[in-house]
């Protein structure tokens, strides 16, 4: 079975912090992904990697970098943590084109 | 732009019933649909991913069927249980490996 951890299942984070969300998987995927869920905004994308040190931009990555030096780990990096970044944050993984395996969830509070 | 449409955003049914959920989509040029179940505050988990080139997957008692001309999916239930209450997303992918999700459907199944 494919599987996806996200370093915290809840974190709380004050406002000006920088916040390290990490995301690893065990099937040697190419992709990984970051995206945010808010209430009825859905699911959006904010980076995507398609390799080791490679990146893309999604939909709304302002306030947002990503680091991925090994290919089983992706991380999400808040520069300088603000309130409207508070949000749940899921992670995906899969190869090129096909189905995507989600993590359990990292939800961030920022106060 | 890719536009995936969930409508209704709630159902509500007795045990028992089949169902049939909708999902619609705005640009046919995609790669493949995949449906996910997501319960509350947790990741999500794939059901069924179909190709642009099938017409339709199954799983126990889950069927999705793609009609891409016309840019509709269908997620049938058969005999829904309580244990299939969850908020069910579809989404799809264009080119390259990102996915345009809905907001999804949030199905209750009354004992």
């Known amino acids: 079975d494919v599987k996806v951890t996200q370093s915290s299942r809840y974190l709380v984070k004050r406002t000006g912090e920088k916040v390290f969300l990490e995301c690893v998987q065990d099937?040697?995927?190419?992709?990984m992904f970051w995206y945010r869920q808010d209430p009825g905004l859905g699911l959006r994308l904010i980076y995507f990697?398609?390799?080791?040190?490679?990146?893309e931009k999604g939909d709304i990555p302002e306030g947002y970098s990503v680091s991925r030096e090994k290919k089983e780990r992706f991380s999400l990096i808040l520069e300088s943590a603000s309130t409207n970044q508070t949000s749940m944050y899921l992670c995906a993984s899969s190869p090129p084109r096909f189905e995507q395996y989600f993590g359990p969830g990292t939800r961030l509070t920022v106060t | 732009k890719q536009e995936v449409t969930q409508i209704p955003a709630a159902l509500s049914v007795p045990e028992g019933e089949n169902l049939v959920l909708n999902c619609s989509f705005t640009d046919s040029a995609i790669y493949n649909l995949q449906w996910f179940r997501q319960d509350p505050g947790k990741g999500l988990t794939s059901l069924l991913l179909?190709?642009?080139?099938?017409r339709e997957q199954t799983s126990g008692r889950l069927n999705a069927s793609l009609d891409k001309s016309s840019g509709r999916s269908t997620l049938y239930i058969a005999a829904s249980q309580p244990g299939d209450s969850a908020t069910y997303l579809c989404?799809?992918?264009?080119?390259?490996?990102?996915?345009?999700f809905g907001k999804g459907i949030t199905l209750s199944v009354r004992p």
């Open positions: 179909i190709q642009s080139s099938q």
């Open positions: 099937m040697d995927h190419e992709n």
């Open positions: 989404a799809v992918m264009g080119s390259g490996s990102k996915l345009t």
């Open positions: 990697s398609y390799d080791v040190k490679m990146k």
